[in-house]
Nanobody, 123 residues
Framework: EVHLVESGGGLVQAGGSLRLSCAAS????????IGWFRQAPGKEREGVSC????????YYVDSVKGRFTISSDNAKNTVYLQMNSLKPEDTAVYYC????????????????WGQGTQVTVSS
């Protein structure tokens, strides 16, 4: 069974940085895509970033390009999201998602989800 656990969220002032981690088990990273999504109160779940070992593709939503970087450590079955220059509008619960092959910003393309980690950016 696919199991995903996010960590690394917390409180940070605008302009600060956080690194989120997604520890995965139950599948191989060799032919899979892992996505990061976020959901703020009153808003739909939004695709933030994705990395795929199937074709090497990367995805970033326009609002985080140049500020966020996704990476993976396949030996540890872990995906990271480095978030720099954080803004109050980045405040949300962040989720990692699996059970997909190619990168996508659409939540319905992913079949397995972690429990989420809260990111709060103060102004």
């Amino acid at each position: 069974e696919v199991h995903l656990v996010e960590s690394g969220g917390g409180l940070v002032q605008a302009g600060g940085s956080l690194r989120l981690s997604c520890a995965a088990s139950g599948f191989s990273f060799d032919d899979a895509a892992i996505g990061w999504f976020r959901q703020a109160p009153g808003k739909e779940r939004e695709g933030v970033s994705c990395i795929s070992s199937s074709d090497g593709s990367l995805y970033y939503v326009d609002s985080v390009k140049g500020r966020f970087t996704i990476s993976s450590d396949n030996a540890k079955n872990t995906v990271y999201l480095q978030m720099n220059s954080l803004k109050p509008e980045d405040t949300a619960v962040y989720y990692c998602a699996a059970d997909n092959v190619y990168c996508s910003g659409y939540a319905h393309h992913f079949g397995s989800w972690g429990q989420g980690t809260q990111v709060t950016v103060s102004s």
